[in-house]
């Protein structure tokens, strides 16, 4: 009855400590959440759910953390496991419905913020949002219901007219929208979005001076959003201010740089005035983004004739040409370019299938851009090839309800694979992660060598060359089986295939001794990478996965894999379990594939 006791007394305060480390492990994730160390947060609530899985809360704040870093998928995972622990916490909800909205999973969205309304019928962010995706999913009549409720409780919210307007814009009743817009401006004049949406009304009634106006004080209060400037030079080059149009598009492009209208309508305002080479560059671009823009080809080619270079016109005609065999102008221009290059066999041909056709027009000139001469950017008439290009629609942007913003996603970082775990002398300094790469091969070699010759698992270069040298006295096949793999890939002088195909014949042979060890099977896997074969290196990468769940690069890696084979879903779920595990560089993976 006294040891019972006594082993009571002492088991009490070990749990008040394991409460306080949880505590504090909680408080220092929130903290790093509130300075925006994202990553560094998502460690500390990674080492909370392993020490209290069944607490709510680090599920959570891990989810703020991944949805910060645009890792929705992986913050909508830990909302559904949060929730599962407490179904109570209406902020979840909140947050999981935009993940879902962020995945355009808009049903998804609307059944949580309808759950979320059950409990905070009054929460008007939450109203704001469902609306929102009830106008993305097309239920236009369920929208405008729920927006005559809101206009009802929140009469003075101008967003409210706002919505109303765009459900009208959407339904072609523009008179309806322009009163609702009024009323939206009337309360709130400084909301760029709805100036915005004014002036794309007018962009379409071709009201050039009025969409110019109105464009003028959406640009004065969003002076960095690009496709203002691109609507703003529609409605100038429509009032003959070809100068002012191309003020904007330099302006769009600042800001936007890879904006595909953007460029391609420059290119034609370059080509109208005369800047060959640099319309040639605004194409190009084009051509980079959308290598099968026939209309982009076509008027490069025009640049590159008239600048000299007619065999790279013939190329870009004959691309055209492929593809619309009937296309005479384009036809007479490239048997031209053919002619100055003395090319006369081909040029005959070119000019026997317009008399054939009996083409009786005038060729070889580029018409001069004429007003309200306007496609569709989807509108594919290789004979609009002169017009200048809009978006299909006027989209409006939507602004849902939520401060949650990324950090880490935005830096550039390359696609390239992760490099092998080695063996090394050299200890190798962690970041962010608190994984420790283990093997017992190499741990029980480590308890015979002396302390300057033990060896750790790295990842990059090994520090060894002569294994044999190392070695001497100590039998370990398997570490020298990785040793002799790793050197010989480093210094081996060979082509790079020969190079490849050795290192698999070693690094198979060491799978065969250790076929446990989670570290050959990713090494494997990138090897496999070398020689482009994606679905051998997907099977060695989910081996080492199953060996061991903590190894990021091989997430990471098999996430790379996945994209490669066009599997996506599977690429993203894979890098932001990589990011979670502390590869923070996944996110801007994640962020690329999804764009």
């Known amino acids: 009855m006294g040891r019972k006791i006594v082993l009571l007394l002492l088991f009490v305060p070990m749990v008040g400590m394991a409460q306080f480390n949880t505590d504090r492990l909680l408080t220092t994730g929130r903290s790093a959440l509130y300075y925006e160390d994202y990553v560094l947060s998502i460690q500390y609530f990674n080492q909370a759910i392993a020490a209290k899985p069944y607490l709510y809360d680090p599920w959570y704040y891990r989810a703020v953390a991944k949805y910060y870093l645009d890792d929705f998928s992986g913050a909508e995972n830990d909302c559904s496991e949060a929730i599962s622990r407490n179904p109570f916490v209406t902020g979840i909800y909140e947050l999981r419905g935009l993940c879902h909205i962020q995945q355009k999973d808009y049903a998804a969205a609307v059944a949580d913020y309808n759950t979320v309304l059950r409990y905070e019928p009054e929460n008007m962010n939450v109203w704001h949002n469902r609306t929102l995706c009830r106008i993305q999913e097309k239920s236009y009549d369920q929208a405008m219901a729920e927006l005559d409720t809101m206009a009802t409780r929140w009469s003075k919210n101008a967003r409210v007219y706002l919505m109303r307007s765009e459900v009208y814009l959407l339904q072609k009743d523009t008179t309806q929208a322009i009163s609702e817009l009024d009323k939206s401006l009337a309360l709130d004049a400084y909301d760029a979005g709805a100036w915005s949406m004014r002036g794309g009304i007018a962009l379409s009634r071709e009201e050039w001076k009025d969409a110019e106006n109105y464009l003028n004080k959406a640009i004065h209060l969003q002076p960095k959003q690009g496709g203002l400037y691109i609507n703003r030079a529609l409605a100038r ?10 003020a904007d598009y330099d302006l769009a492009l600042d800001y936007e740089p890879n904006n595909f209208l953007g460029h391609y309508n420059r290119g034609l305002l370059r080509a109208q005035v005369g800047d060959d080479n640099r319309a040639i560059t605004d194409f190009d671009f084009v051509l980079k983004l959308e290598p099968d823009n026939l209309m982009a080809l076509y008027n490069r080619a025009l640049l590159l004739e008239k600048t000299g270079n007619p065999r790279a016109a013939i190329r870009d005609y004959s691309q055209v040409i492929d593809q619309y065999p009937n296309f005479w102008t384009g036809l007479h221009q490239r048997a031209q370019c053919y002619r100055s290059l003395g090319m006369t066999k081909q040029a005959e041909t070119d000019e026997f299938r317009i008399l054939k056709a009996q083409i009786n027009k005038r060729f070889g000139h580029q018409p001069r851009l004429s007003k309200k001469q306007m496609r569709k950017r989807s509108d594919e008439d290789i004979e609009k090839y002169n017009q200048l290009a809009v978006a299909d629609e006027q989209e409006m942007e939507h602004e849902y309800q939520s401060e ?23 200890r190798q300094q962690q970041s962010v992660s608190n994984y420790v790469p283990y093997d017992r091969q190499v741990d029980s070699l480590n308890r015979v060598l002396p302390a300057d010759h033990q060896l ?36 081996d002088s060979t082509d790079i295939p020969l190079r490849t195909a050795n290192l698999i014949d070693r690094l198979t042979e060491a799978v065969t001794l250790a076929p446990q060890n989670a570290y050959f099977h990713y090494n494997l896997g990138n090897a496999y990478v070398q020689c482009l074969d994606f679905e051998h290196a ?11 769940a903590n190894l990021a690069e091989a997430y990471y890696n098999r996430g790379l894999a996945y994209l490669a084979n066009k599997r996506q879903e599977e690429a993203i779920r894979d890098l932001s379990k990589a990011g979670e595990l502390g590869l923070y560089q996944a996110y801007s993976i994640i962020k690329r594939a999804r764009q």
């Not at 060359?465 to 190392?470: E, G, K, N, P």
């Not at 997907?538 to 061991?548: F, G, N, P, S």
């Open 237 to 246: 080059f429509n009032q003959n201010n070809l100068r002012g149009a191309m």
């Open 404 to 426: 949650y913003r990324g950090r880490v996603q935005n830096r550039k970082v390359g696609m390239d694979y992760l490099p092998m775990y080695v063996l090394s002398t050299e």
């Open 456 to 491: 750790f698992i790295v990842k990059g270069r090994s520090t060894i060359s002569d294994v044999d040298a190392f070695l001497e006295g100590h039998d370990a096949p398997v570490v020298a089986c990785w040793l002799r793999a790793v050197s010989e890939w480093q210094n």
């Open 538 to 548: 997907i099977r060695d990468y989910t081996r080492a996965i199953e060996l061991d």
